[in-house]
């Protein structure tokens, strides 16, 4: 089962920031959260990851609480093109592997 | 730098056939994962493999269903004997060592007649 809880649905103006949670109450101390969209029905796409910290990167910033307990993805200026399914997913480096929910499906409203 | 690609796309095959499904790595990447999605589902993981050898393979079922990831060559899923619950759409990952960020290949939808 995934370890995290997401929205299964959202909507957003065009032009406006998208803010997409996650809740990981699970989560352990060497445990990353990753974020991931599929647009339509193509292959996931990376966005953006963390340990602790917030992270910032060309697409996205990534806000983790200081218990680690939750996460917000952020898209600044949110496009057409953003409509996906977002998935947050928490995994440990050295188990590889990715456990998928169901994600939140981000409607970008024009 | 091509990315992770997948073939064939879509694939037709009448139950109890074989299906082969094909993934070429990023350069330089000698890890690859087999992912499936039903309809409005998200992935589910089925084997992690790096060249020659299968390191997890705990969400493959048990029968008809292989993996391999030779020295030279695609990765290749294949599974025998398909059955229409077989259909879905497979995705494969690659990276370049453990813990980084995986890069999906495009699918293979796989349908089942």
């Known amino acids: 089962d995934a370890k995290t809880t997401q929205p299964p649905s959202m909507d957003c103006a065009e032009g406006r920031a998208a803010n997409l949670p996650c809740n990981h109450s699970?989560?352990?101390?060497?445990?990353?959260v990753y974020w991931y969209r599929q647009i339509h029905s193509q292959g996931p796409q990376y966005i953006i990851h963390?340990?602790?910290n917030n992270e910032t990167n060309e697409m996205a910033s990534l806000i983790i609480t200081e218990d680690r307990k939750s996460s917000t993805l952020i898209l600044p200026h949110a496009t057409l093109r953003d409509t996906a399914v977002y998935y947050c997913?928490?995994?440990?480096?050295?188990?590889?592997?990715?456990?998928f929910g169901t994600g939140t499906r981000l409607k970008v409203l024009a | 730098n091509a990315g992770v690609m997948q073939n064939p796309r879509h694939l037709v095959r009448r139950r109890g056939q074989e299906a082969r499904l094909r993934c070429s790595p990023m350069?330089?990447?000698?890890?690859v994962y087999w992912y499936r999605q039903l309809p409005e589902e998200g992935l589910k993981f089925m084997v992690y493999?790096?060249?020659?050898?299968?390191?997890?393979e705990s969400g493959m079922p048990k029968e008809r269903f292989s993996a391999e990831f030779p020295k030279e060559g695609p990765s290749i899923l294949r599974i025998q004997q398909v059955v229409r619950g077989d259909s879905a759409a497979y995705f494969c990952?690659?990276?370049?060592?453990?813990?980084?960020?995986?890069?999906f290949g495009p699918g293979t939808r796989l349908t089942v007649t």
């Open positions: 963390g340990l602790k």
């Open positions: 350069k330089g990447h000698s890890h």
């Open positions: 990952a690659s990276l370049p060592g453990q813990g980084n960020e995986q890069y």
């Open positions: 493999l790096q060249k020659e050898n299968i390191i997890d």
């Open positions: 699970t989560i352990s101390g060497n445990e990353y």
């Open positions: 997913i928490v995994t440990n480096p050295g188990t590889y592997k990715y456990i």
